[in-house]
């Protein structure tokens, strides 16, 4: 009797349990809120949009590196005016006042023709003095190497300043596109923190329901947390960005956002061959030295000069209040001077050396700084093929992760899937989506390394 009718208890306890309705599953927002702390807000724009273009040409007027560069060039300018000054006549006008403590005896004409014919008197306390000079250099050999260095250094200085400037503005332009970058990763994580905190809830309502253990909703408010964590962490290295290009734009405020540019880096294309000849063409830094090259060939001109002679015309006009022997006050007089320099110590000779010495290091710099643009131009290239290809790969990885996590979130409402592969899958969501911005970041700033390597670069 009690083997017939076991089974049909048994038909009659899982009868009720099979029409039992299904748990509805409902967020419970306060039971999560109450142990996580609130979720970080976004910033607030802090003023008006700056654009690249903006950002640039502040850089340009506002640089205080760039205005002290510019002040150099003015300086190589005021160099020439000294180089052309040893050729130019000189016009100097002295005077002099004297007050002696006892009047000078001179001899003077005995006006009535008597004898003594000469006659002593006392002449004046006061003594005025006045001279004008003039000084004509003939020929002085050594300024012409001179006018011609001072005229080529100015090349040189303007030469720098572009080079200088264009290493400003790539820095500028690298520093803009990355705060974009970062402006956007700040995005992505907030957007992350909101789905991971939804989730979260979710995740609570369900331990409440009995339908999943506690170590699972530990785990989502981890990942709460953890995301909160990255979304604060993103929001200050896109201020820090924005405090790094204010300074670059010698502002002492960021209240300005960043935006992303209407058009990529432009990217420079060609064999490498083509585009080092480009380089060592247009590159500032190569005129630089072929300049510095025959600065340093003109000493050679300018030691053998210091063998040669020189020569000068002087004219003086002089007063003395006090009448000479003939009874003049004002006297002139020109000179025409040579000089020839016989020894001087081996100073001559030494410069010889020193100029041949300084060629040779001329040459060797200018050697190295093609080596330099070689390399530059050739790991640009690399480095951008690479960066290239591994934003492609980023970009197809975070498709993947995309789908995966969505597949698990949904393996995890139907009970399939744990919270550890939730936590798993919003992670590696996050990776993928900061990889595949810092991937294109990185294809953005090899472009901008190529176009200065190649001297593309806009100045």
């Given at each position: 009797?009690?083997?017939?009718?076991?089974?049909?208890?048994?038909?009659?306890?899982?009868?009720?349990?099979?029409?039992?309705?299904?748990?509805?599953?409902?967020?419970?927002?306060?039971?999560?809120v109450?142990?996580?702390?609130?979720?970080p807000?976004?910033?607030?724009?802090?003023?008006?949009?700056?654009?690249?273009?903006?950002?640039?040409?502040?850089?340009?007027?506002?640089?205080?590196?760039?205005?002290?560069?510019?002040?150099?060039?003015?300086?190589?300018?005021?160099?020439?005016?000294?180089?052309?000054?040893?050729?130019?006549?000189?016009?100097?006008?002295?005077?002099?006042?004297?007050?002696?403590?006892?009047a000078?005896?001179?001899?003077?004409?005995?006006?009535?023709?008597?004898?003594?014919?000469?006659?002593?008197?006392?002449?004046?306390?006061?003594?005025?003095?006045?001279?004008?000079?003039?000084?004509?250099?003939?020929?002085?050999?050594?300024?012409?190497?001179?006018?011609?260095?001072?005229?080529?250094?100015?090349?040189?200085?303007?030469?720098?300043?572009?080079?200088?400037?264009?290493?400003?503005?790539?820095?500028?332009?690298?520093t803009?596109?990355?705060?974009?970058?970062?402006?956007?990763?700040?995005?992505?994580?907030?957007?992350?923190?909101?789905?991971?905190?939804?989730?979260?809830?979710?995740?609570?309502?369900?331990?409440?329901?009995?339908?999943?253990?506690?170590?699972?909703?530990?785990?989502?408010?981890?990942?709460?947390?953890?995301?909160?964590?990255?979304?604060?962490?993103?929001?200050?290295?896109?201020?820090?960005?924005?405090?790094?290009?204010?300074?670059?734009?010698?502002?002492?405020?960021?209240?300005?956002?960043?935006?992303?540019?209407?058009?990529?880096?432009?990217?420079?294309?060609?064999?490498?061959?083509?585009?080092?000849?480009?380089a060592?063409?247009?590159?500032?830094?190569?005129?630089?030295a072929?300049?510095?090259?025959?600065?340093?060939?003109?000493?050679?001109?300018?030691?053998?000069?210091q063998?040669?002679?020189?020569?000068?015309?002087?004219?003086?006009?002089?007063?003395?209040?006090?009448?000479?022997?003939?009874?003049?006050?004002?006297?002139?007089?020109?000179?025409?001077?040579?000089?020839?320099?016989?020894?001087?110590?081996?100073?001559?000779?030494?410069?010889?050396?020193?100029?041949g010495?300084?060629?040779?290091?001329?040459?060797?710099?200018?050697?190295s700084?093609?080596?330099?643009?070689?390399?530059?131009?050739?790991?640009?290239?690399?480095?951008?093929?690479?960066?290239?290809?591994?934003?492609?790969?980023?970009?197809?990885?975070?498709?993947?992760?995309?789908?995966?996590?969505?597949?698990v979130?949904?393996?995890?409402?139907?009970?399939?899937?744990?919270?550890?592969?939730?936590?798993?899958?919003?992670?590696?969501?996050?990776?993928?989506?900061?990889?595949?911005?810092?991937?294109?970041?990185?294809?953005?700033?090899?472009?901008?390394?190529?176009?200065?390597?190649?001297?593309?670069?806009?100045?």
């Amino acid at each position: 009797m009690r083997l017939i009718l076991f089974p049909a208890c048994a038909l009659l306890l899982a009868a009720p349990q099979a029409q039992r309705p299904t748990t509805v599953i409902e967020p419970r927002a306060q039971a999560l809120v109450a142990d996580l702390p609130p979720p970080p807000m976004p910033p607030s724009p802090e003023g008006p949009p700056l654009s690249l273009a903006e950002a640039l040409a502040r850089a340009r007027a506002a640089s205080p590196d760039l205005a002290i560069l510019r002040e150099r060039v003015v300086q190589a300018s005021l160099d020439v005016g000294r180089a052309w000054a040893q050729v130019k006549p000189i016009l100097n006008l002295t005077a002099s006042y004297t007050r002696n403590q006892d009047a000078p005896i001179r001899f003077v004409e005995n006006p009535n023709g008597a004898n003594p014919p000469v006659l002593l008197e006392e002449g004046s306390r006061n003594s005025v003095q006045g001279a004008l000079a003039l000084q004509v250099p003939l020929f002085n050999g050594r300024a012409f190497p001179a006018i011609a260095t001072a005229n080529q250094l100015v090349d040189v200085a303007r030469l720098t300043e572009a080079e200088q400037r264009i290493e400003l503005l790539l820095q500028v332009a690298a520093t803009y596109y990355s705060g974009v970058q970062l402006r956007e990763l700040f995005r992505v994580a907030f957007r992350q923190a909101r789905t991971t905190r939804d989730h979260a809830i979710e995740a609570e309502a369900r331990y409440e329901a009995g339908q999943i253990q506690r170590s699972a909703a530990v785990r989502a408010r981890i990942d709460v947390l953890r995301a909160d964590e990255e979304s604060r962490r993103a929001v200050y290295a896109y201020l820090s960005t924005k405090s790094q290009l204010a300074q670059l734009l010698d502002r002492r405020d960021t209240a300005f956002e960043l935006e992303a540019p209407r058009d990529p880096p432009p990217e420079v294309r060609g064999a490498f061959t083509e585009v080092l000849d480009r380089a060592l063409r247009d590159r500032p830094e190569m005129a630089a030295a072929r300049a510095n090259e025959e600065i340093a060939a003109r000493l050679t001109t300018d030691a053998v000069l210091q063998f040669f002679p020189t020569l000068s015309a002087n004219g003086a006009y002089r007063y003395n209040n006090v009448e000479d022997f003939s009874g003049r006050t004002l006297t002139w007089a020109v000179t025409i001077a040579l000089t020839l320099p016989l020894y001087d110590g081996g100073l001559r000779y030494v410069a010889l050396k020193d100029a041949g010495s300084r060629q040779r290091e001329a040459r060797l710099r200018t050697r190295s700084q093609v080596t330099r643009i070689e390399d530059e131009v050739r790991r640009g290239q690399l480095d951008l093929e690479s960066a290239r290809a591994l934003r492609e790969e980023a970009d197809h990885a975070l498709v993947y992760a995309r789908e995966n996590e969505e597949l698990v979130r949904a393996q995890f409402e139907a009970g399939t899937a744990t919270q550890v592969e939730v936590s798993d899958a919003e992670a590696a969501l996050f990776q993928s989506e900061a990889t595949a911005l810092e991937q294109r970041l990185a294809v953005q700033l090899a472009a901008l390394r190529v176009a200065r390597a190649v001297g593309a670069f806009q100045r």
